[in-house]
């Protein structure tokens, strides 16, 4: 068995059925362009007959990308592979991921048939994509909770009717990591023709043992992991990249390699983070803010004598280079140009022009300016097409007196004014902004998260808006934290109020 492990990663489709992780197809292309530097072997692009968008964002990876195989997912319906090789016609090596489900409750419930049915339907698919492509891919759905004899069944089936990778997730998250190695091993040792096709691990976070039981399942005998840029996906997530590649790269006993340059990893975890809205939690392992900090007197004296005394990877390996110069008001152009560089994003001209004229009046307010800073400043190039844009905002507050507000809006290059008054400066300016929208709409959810440490730092805000029944999620992130929160409101409102 060849000790090579393929690296699927999944962010844009997986990752990206995350409420509010939504990407517009630049930001995709975007994507898609640092996983290929990064050197995955297969992207899942999307899942094309889902909509309109999901298939021009495989189109347009396709044509974007050249080395990684582009991969699109498909139910197991003729319309959905069929649809699914028309999004893949311009990609260099493509790849249908097409499946059922094969535990006895989605049988039941979900298609409320039998085993064998499933089986032929399983067959039928595969044997449908096979005449649109080569390299076709079956998942069996909740193959986790999926009983191994039968497992073994619908495995064999498929790779008799032309399956080159078999895909068995742990769709729930349920499996305990000797549960899983186990699952794994019986298809090696069970199935006829498992030598010929590449066995795929899929694992769900839900009991936090995503890595543990990829890791198992690799170990067992699959080798091509499914992943995601920090783990994102449904729910808890699905396994992430960064934490595979890192233990494998750790544990060079294990003898697997990857062909990812993991000098990439952290730029990749930013981007996604910042494209995405999706905050990295300080203590995730490998790209969290503490991942590599120690605080304590014992620690930093031991680390300072010796790395090793309590640091496994080297964080240079991962592309966290501390010593980098921190950008201040006096940092030029090209300065700005190579930390974007260093982060995995290449602007044009006319696009870093705007983020170092966005970057100069950011260093006014904030002393040191952060990765974070950074990516947030790049991202909001994407911003600036809105239609409905902020134009001025003044909010008076304090103790004892009402919080009012005056807004100024450009709505696609018409200016318009409106006053409110609220419980807070922040409800205020949502009502200002209100008063000159006029449409029916509710916010549903409202957060606010200070980035890190001082209190000149930079506030993100998530908001959910709720206008005929349908939920829009808006983003933004400023010093000013009013400001953040009507910017965010506007983010959410552009999305229905075309
Ligand atoms: O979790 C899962 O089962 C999936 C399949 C569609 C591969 O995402
Ligand atoms: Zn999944």
Known sequence: MSDRLYIFDTTLRDGEQ??????????????????????????????????????????????????????ALTRAVENDIRVAA??????????????????????KYKFNSNREEIIERAVAAVSFAKRFVEDVQFYAEDAGRTDNEYLARVIEAVIKAGATVV?????????????????????????????????ATHCHNDLGMATANTMSGIIAGARQAEVTINGIGERAGNTSLEEVVMAFKSHRELGIETNINTQHIYGASRLVSNLMNMPVQPNKAIVGRNAFAHSSGIHQDGVLKNRESYEI???????????????????????LKHRLHILGIELTKEQLDKTYEAFLRFADKKKEITDDDIMMLAGKHHASTRRIKLDYLQVTSGVGVHSVASVGLDIAGEKFEACASGNGPVDAAISAVKNIIRRTMTVKEFLIQAISRGSNDVGKVHITVEHDGVQYYGFSANTDIIAASAEAFIDAINKFAK
Do not use: M
Not at 314 to 335: C, F
């Open 18 to 71: 995350v409420p509010g992780c939504q990407l517009n197809t630049v930001e995709k292309i975007e994507v898609a362009k640092t996983l290929e530097a990064l050197g995955v072997d297969v992207i899942e692009a999307g899942f094309p007959v889902s909509s309109p968008g999901d298939f021009n964002s495989v189109v347009e990876i396709s044509k974007a990308v050249t080395w990684p195989t582009i991969c």
């Open 167 to 199: 895909n068995i997730p742990d769709t729930t998250g349920y499996c305990l990591p000797s549960e899983f190695a186990a699952k794994i091993k019986y298809l090696v040792d069970h199935v006829d023709g498992i030598d010929k096709v590449t066995i």
């Open 86 to 107: 028309e999004a893949l016609k311009y990609a260099k090596r493509g790849r249908i991921h097409t499946g059922i489900g094969t535990s006895d409750s989605h049988i």
């Open 313 to 335: 990877i080297d964080p240079k390996d991962v592309g966290i280079d501390e010593n980098s110069i921190v950008l201040t008001a006096r940092s030029g152009r090209a300065a």
